[in-house]
């Protein structure tokens, strides 16, 4: 009989477990690090931008030149230069003087402002400003983006393409970041096959193996796929014995439930190390999840049934995937939309539900805006239709038994 610990228990002695662990790191190309963990802070080696620019096509000037410049009477300068791109303007300004320049030319000595090109007009050598500007208008100074020293980004950040943008911009090409942990999954069951092979009467191709690797891949790790493992605990020690040395963390699929033929329990308390730390989790669905260690590595046993796998790597080896990549367990943000349950849904209680939906929205009549609706996909946990054709879940609370049609849930998207 199976002693489950409460969803938030269970999470928590998984983050516990991996307090101590040691993140790997490496130096990479700039152009590989969009996806990756940075290993320590990244400070500017210079200024950005390394001198001021114009973030307008117009004319350079001193903008107590332009005070008081109107249509009727508009300030007139001498036009002593044009600045052309990625180049020094041809010397500095002084007072009532003025030079063209483009949006992102260099601002020559002497000028504090630019005046917009449809703000003057060009009579000669002169120009006429129609409207005055304040100092620093339609500039960006040297450093306004980062100044030398200056944090940009901390350690234990997933590189976005804006950073990666930002790091390109400072002339760091090469970034030392974490290494995404190897993940070895291993497949149980004399029932399964590859699913290359057409199954016989009793048999069905292997569904988890690869939805897992999907799931490890999408969240930063490496996955590594072993294939099939009979049910049998020798065989399946002998095949975690091998993982635990090719990779950081085992998934194994299928064998976790109770049953004569379930073996995974057996098989990790068969090696060295702290074995099964606990076996059961109050949801649905997902219940028979294990969780151990060995060689200081975590070992996950999930169900056979790829709906309860895969609630089981959302809740449970995605968070460790964090944390052995260098990241906090949990997202601080996470996607989600407010929508109304379509049905009523009944839930015993005393475990959290995990109830698919597929969202659709419905336009309001009365104020014009729209609402989501969220319709369950209802099917057990070996049906791959209720993630398939949904598009997130929602939580019943352990406390709660069912909630009424026209409730308002948080669904989190997929």
């Not at 669905?285 to 709906?307: H, R």
């Amino acid at each position: 009989m199976l002693t489950v610990f409460p969803v938030a228990r269970a999470s928590d002695e998984i983050v516990r477990s991996l307090q101590a662990w040691k993140v790997k790191t490496e130096k990479i190309s700039l152009q590989n690090t969009p996806g990756r963990v940075t290993a320590g802070d990244i400070f500017a080696p210079e200024m950005l931008p390394p001198f001021p620019r114009s973030t307008m096509d117009g004319f350079a000037v001193r903008s107590a030149d332009t005070f008081g410049a109107s249509e009727e009477l508009p300030a007139l300068l001498n036009l002593t230069g044009n600045i052309l791109m990625g180049q020094e303007p041809p010397g500095p300004i002084a007072p009532g003087e003025a030079m063209s320049i483009p949006t992102g030319g260099m601002l020559p000595e002497g000028s504090d402002a630019v005046v917009m090109v449809e703000h003057g007009e060009l009579l000669g050598n002169i120009v006429a400003i129609f409207r005055p500007v304040a100092p620093l208008e339609n500039i960006i100074q040297a450093g306004d983006d980062f100044k030398r020293g200056d944090l940009l980004l901390p350690a234990g950040q997933l590189i976005r393409p804006q950073d990666a943008g930002i790091l390109a911009a400072l002339g760091l090409t090469e970034v030392e970041v974490t290494v995404p942990p190897q993940v070895v999954i291993i497949s149980t069951g004399d029932e399964v096959i590859p699913p290359a092979e057409n199954p016989r009467p009793g048999q069905i191709r292997d569904i988890n193996g690869f939805l897992l690797a999907a799931q490890v891949q999408q969240s930063g790790g490496r996955a590594v796929y072993t294939g099939i493992v009979a049910d049998c605990k020798e065989t399946l020690r002998q095949a975690l014995w091998q993982a635990l040395e090719e990779g950081e963390m085992v998934l194994v699929s299928g064998g976790s439930s109770v049953g004569t033929r379930d073996v995974a329990i057996a098989a990790i308390n068969a090696l060295p190390g702290e074995g099964v730390l606990f076996h059961g989790v109050a949801m649905r669905p997902g219940k028979p999840l294990l969780y151990g260690m060995s060689k200081n590595k975590p070992v996950f046993g999930l169900s056979g049934n790829p709906v309860s796998a895969m609630f089981g790597f959302i809740l449970f080896v995605k968070p460790a995937l964090r944390i052995m990549r260098g990241l906090s367990p949990f997202e601080p943000f996470t996607p989600t939309v407010t929508a109304v349950l379509q049905t009523n849904i009944a839930s015993p209680g005393g475990r959290e539900d995990y109830i698919r939906v597929a969202l659709t929205t419905k336009r309001c009549a009365q104020d014009e805006n729209t609402a989501v609706l969220a319709q369950p996909v209802f099917g057990g946990p070996g049906l791959l239709q209720t993630v398939v054709h949904g598009d997130g879940y929602f939580v019943v609370p352990r406390d709660v038994e069912g909630l009424p049609q026209g409730s308002t849930v948080k669904v989190f998207l997929w």
